[in-house]
């Protein structure tokens, strides 16, 4: 995950040099676009695996883990 989040700092880190060599919008937009999918897949995995993690917990517990699903669901669309 560090060197998934250190690739995205790596890409907006071009996006501003391109900015500042003034490249054309398109391509800005597409670096943009870029970053955004790396953050949200990076959002995703992480979200994925701390629900697995909780879920893992309640039923070793001998509880539902209902409550971890929405949680996980309220990050995702909070995420958005």
Do not use: F, H, W
């Amino acid at each position: 995950m560090k060197n998934r989040l250190k690739r995205v700092e790596g890409q907006v880190r071009g996006v501003l040099r391109m900015m500042e060599e003034e490249k054309d919008c398109k391509e800005v937009i597409y670096q943009l676009t870029a970053v955004r999918t790396a953050i949200d897949k990076a959002t995703a995995y992480i979200i994925g695996k701390n629900m697995e993690q909780c879920m893992l917990e309640q039923m070793k517990k001998g509880e539902s883990p209902e409550e971890v699903i929405q949680e996980a669901i309220k990050l995702l669309v909070k995420s958005r």
